[in-house]
């Protein structure tokens, strides 16, 4: 499967500033997919990522806050932007696995986030 | 409206014995169910999926079992070993291509094995 790379591990940040994760993959992926889990709930999608293409938002997500880069097929960058406490969350970026042995999907180690 | 529900937040049981985490569902156009599991500090890791053609999948120590009248599924661990202690994500999809291909989570199952 692959193997993802995702940075900063944590950061705890001024509320009104910005942040950018950044991912990088192993091996070439079509598509990838950046997850917020925040304190004591479900990982929720955040948005899609395509390389060449605008990301897809999930409902209640807006690339103004979320702005995303897929410059290529390895990498992605998602920035929180003009943060406030609740924006304190666990920040994870995935790949699906293609192999035919399952279906499922890869995630990086996560970005865990307080904003003060 | 959670269309994927983990109803148990946290499961202890005895090394050895089985341990048995739940999920509900909602939503009929799932076609894949997928169980992770996630460390502290760590993102979540795959486990095993069962595809909505199936009732049973089984990988070691791992089983799913579906019950797509019910809209349940659950995940056998037998025998529980302390190293099985995490939180236990049920995820569901949409088939690939279509309007719902994307995972949609529960909050997850804290389960604790003790020697």
């Known amino acids: 499967s692959a193997v993802i790379s995702q940075k900063p591990s944590r950061d705890i940040c001024q509320r009104g500033t910005s942040l950018t994760i950044q991912c990088q993959v192993d091996?070439?992926?079509?598509?990838m997919f950046w997850y917020r889990q925040q304190p004591g709930q479900s990982l929720t999608l955040i948005a899609t990522a395509n390389q060449g293409s605008e990301a897809t938002y999930e409902s209640g997500f807006v690339i103004d806050k979320f702005p995303i880069s897929r410059p290529n097929l390895t990498f992605s960058t998602l920035t929180v932007s003009n943060m406030s406490p609740e924006d304190s969350s666990i920040y994870l970026c995935s790949v699906e696995d293609l192999g035919d042995r399952f279906y499922g999907y890869t995630f990086g180690s996560g970005t865990r986030l307080t904003v003060v | 409206d959670q269309q994927v529900k983990q109803n148990s937040p946290s499961l202890s049981v005895q090394e050895g014995r089985i341990s048995i985490l739940n999920c509900d569902y909602t939503?009929?156009?799932?076609?894949?169910f997928l169980w992770y599991k996630k460390y502290p500090a760590e993102g979540p890791t795959f486990l095993i999926s069962i595809s909505s053609i199936k009732d049973k999948n089984e990988d070691g120590r791992f089983t799913v079992f579906l019950n797509k009248s019910a809209k349940h599924l659950s995940l056998h661990i037998v025998p529980s070993q302390p190293g099985d202690s995490a939180v236990y994500f049920c995820?569901?999809?949409?088939?690939?291509?279509?309007?719902?291909?994307?995972?949609?989570f529960g909050k997850g199952t804290l389960l604790t094995v003790n020697p």
């Open positions: 995820a569901a999809s949409g088939s690939r291509g279509g309007s719902n291909y994307k995972l949609t």
């Open positions: 939503n009929s156009m799932f076609d894949y």
């Open positions: 091996s070439q992926v079509t598509m």
